[in-house]
């Protein structure tokens, strides 16, 4: 039986603004040249597989072990607060946490699809819990009722209704939480293995392209990281399987058709400069923790970077670094114990520009590779921790950025212990034998 779990990402990088000259370098990832790879069709092909199984899996006949006790616990028992950053009221939670009605998990059990992009609550409220906002890393964007962002066309099962019928707990691969109820619907025998028996699936290269359907009317925007079913396709465009909410609650599958030149096609192979081109979409656009405001976090971003090519990635930044490959393979190397400079060393050695994750506690970046003698990384981060007159405070980011792996210690206001190379604790290479490099 599989066992999903909700994760709380507590990260470092965190609030306040305090800026002391932190400047950015170029923001283009094509003015960090390195060794070209590809990966051949084959190989693709197997990722997609994997994916897919991973996409899908929701889906299945197993009942998810969850166990939602001790985060009502601890709602109860720490302190939070509102979006007026005063404190909540311990009476006003117990009634969301009973409106949750955690006691009928699995009471409804149905295969459904979400029909529109939805933010995935931790309880049926829209209401952001806050942890003290005095604090430096607290107060906004840090909701601790915000457990991801999930897309449309995602297939989740419905464990359970809020009693108020205005929200469901859903769950699937990589989250569990509760959807809006108008976000979401149950779906067919016979639109599920329609749209699994798809022999093709497709992915923007372009983030937020409007879907429109045959009567010019506004569906959807299609994300990067977002996979769609492929319908049918012509020389120019590509037409994909799409739903829209039906009587009774019912999914109701439409096909829309977009423009092929927007689109990349499962299984097909690809190279570090689709990587690239992909990740330099995303780079400038807001962070967002938890998904919040659609926006994405450090581990969203990765996850829909590599998933545009069927490389699956896990929701969580320490699932991530952890997670066994397409072949169940371990590819994660412990360098914790090393000093700065060893670590360094090591990662420049065994490193793959564009295919290799680096760790820490609470984030995950992407290697770039060593430009100029200096080390540089691509991430989604809110800020890097520093101390303004002596108090804890915040460089604020607020984006996906390129920086060096050393960002901020050239100023004074930041402890080498609070550099970025200085937490890193872990490397995984993404891949191992499947890289094939481009000649020159």
Not at 19 to 29: A, E, H, K, T, V
Not at 209 to 215: C, F, G, V
Not at 322 to 339: A, H
Request: charged share 25%; with cysteine; net charge neutral.
């Amino acid at each position: 039986m599989k066992n999903y779990i909700f994760f709380l990402f507590i990260l470092f990088f965190s609030s306040c603004a305090y800026n002391d000259d932190f400047i950015l370098p170029s923001q283009d990832l094509s003015d960090y040249e390195s060794k070209d790879f590809y990966i051949n069709d084959d190989i693709s092909a197997k990722l997609k597989d994997d994916y897919l199984n991973n996409f899908f899996s929701a889906w299945s006949d197993e009942k998810a072990n969850i166990n939602m006790n001790e985060f009502a616990n601890n709602l109860l028992n720490e302190k939070s607060y509102s979006e007026n950053y005063q404190p909540y009221d311990k009476e006003f939670l117990k009634q969301l946490i009973n409106n949750a009605d955690f006691k009928n998990l699995n009471s409804v059990f149905k295969n459904a699809i979400i029909i529109h992009s939805s933010n995935v609550r931790l309880l049926p409220t829209k209401k952001p819990r806050f942890k003290n906002p005095n604090l430096a890393g607290e107060g906004y964007p840090f909701d601790y009722l915000q457990n991801s962002f999930i897309y449309a066309y995602t297939p989740v099962k419905i464990s359970h209704f809020s009693k108020d019928f205005g929200w469901s707990f859903i769950y699937n691969s990589f989250i569990v939480g509760f959807v809006e109820d108008k976000n979401i619907a149950f779906i067919s025998d016979d639109d599920l293995n329609a749209l699994k028996s798809s022999q093709d699936y497709i992915s923007p290269k372009k983030d937020k392209i409007p879907l429109i359907d045959k009567n010019n009317d506004f569906v959807e925007y299609a994300r990067i990281g977002m996979l769609l079913a492929l319908s049918k396709e012509s020389a120019n465009y590509y037409t994909i399987k799409a739903f829209k909410k039906g009587i009774n609650n019912q999914a109701k599958l439409v096909e829309i058709k977009v423009n092929k030149e927007d689109f990349f096609k499962l299984g097909s192979s690809f190279s570090s400069k689709d990587l690239k081109n992909i990740a330099n979409e995303l780079i400038g656009q807001n962070y967002g923790w938890g998904g919040m405001n659609g926006n994405r976090d450090c581990s969203a971003f990765l996850k829909d970077v590599f998933g545009s090519f069927g490389i699956y990635l896990k929701r969580n930044s320490q699932d991530q670094i952890m997670q066994k490959d397409y072949l169940n393979r371990s590819n994660f190397i412990n360098i914790g114990k090393l000093n700065n400079k060893e670590k360094y060393k090591y990662i420049k050695t065994h490193a793959i520009p564009f295919a290799s994750l680096l760790a820490l506690k609470g984030h995950i970046v992407l290697y770039l590779g060593e430009f100029n003698d200096k080390m540089y990384i691509l991430h989604n981060l809110w800020g890097i921790k520093n101390y303004n007159s002596g108090k804890e405070s915040r460089i604020v980011v607020g984006k996906v950025a390129i920086t060096t792996i050393d960002a901020g210690s050239n100023l004074k206001s930041v402890k080498n212990s609070d550099v970025i190379l200085s937490k890193i604790y872990g490397i995984r290479n993404l891949f191992i034998d499947e890289i094939s490099y481009i000649e020159e």
